[in-house]
């Protein structure tokens, strides 16, 4: 059929038709909100490059919850800024270190929120590398271990989910080992499988003060160049034990979304990561952009691309929108 017999306005002409064909929806149950959490009471922190966004204390965290509970996100990702640093990334795996306290709050106050965690040295190394160093160089083999006990330790003082975001090799299997041999097999692994080195992180190393002291994180991160090494990337983490595959950043890669969600049958994940929500942000207080209208847009290309699961600063703002 063609024009003129075939004329795709016609589902255009109103909203309800329009609604009617609409082949992609957003769904607040499906965002996961990132939350920074630092040491102190009653601290509430704007983070300068992340408009919205704040470091808030432990004591905070029940509020925070409530508020995304309400406006039904129930998902969130906890990020620490230690006390201390040093290192071996020590605080990362500390029974009482800031994430664990922060899981143990969430889980005590606001039980029905699912609490997933990062699992990464960089916020507790010294150095600020995503694991520890031998001769200057991130150390694959020694790093898995330090990984391994700070997800059993998330697990241990109650999180839902662990997320390594390391891009170490291998490090899925050792995590899911360390989880099945304490008892925690019912703990799903959502694996940041497809991990860019990629500068859109610039907001977030502020807000977390996780910035690399020396060189930079291209000897883990992969090559924003590359896409078939993104399948390969994903089927070992599929084979180690991952319940969830994540690319990030999402926007510049919606073409590894996709491919990821033709190839592998797990769920996916995208993170919409703290500079392209800085984008948006910066644009739309320039009064250059419709900001609301951009972020609605930018969220359901991740969507159209194929992630099930989106991870973004816009967790709230969306679902508000999405309330009308
Ligand atoms: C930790 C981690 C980073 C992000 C999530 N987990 C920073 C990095 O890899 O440098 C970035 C998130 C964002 O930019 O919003 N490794």
Known sequence: MVFPEYRPRRMRKNAALRALIRENRLDASQFIYPLFVMPGKNKREA????PGVYRVSVDQLAREARECLELGVNSVILFGLPEKKDAMGSGAHAKNGIVQQAIRELKNKA?????VTDVCLCEYTDHGHCGCLINKAVDNDATLEIL???ALSHAEAGADMV???DMMDGRVAEIRAALDEHGHEGIPIMSYAVKYASAFYGPFRDAADCAPQFGDRRGYQMDPANSREALREATLDVDEGADILMVKPAVAYLDIISKLRDEFDLPIAAY???????MIKAAAEKGWIDGERVMEETLLSIRRAGADIIVTYFAKDMARL???
Do not use: D, F, N
Not at 272 to 278: L, P, R, T
């Open 322 to 324: 999405l309330r009308g």
């Open 111 to 115: 039980p029905e929120m699912t609490v």
């Open 163 to 165: 997320a390594p975001s």
């Open 272 to 278: 919409h990561v703290s500079g392209e929500y800085a």
């Open 47 to 50: 983070i300068g490059s992340m």
């Open 148 to 150: 391994a006990k700070t």
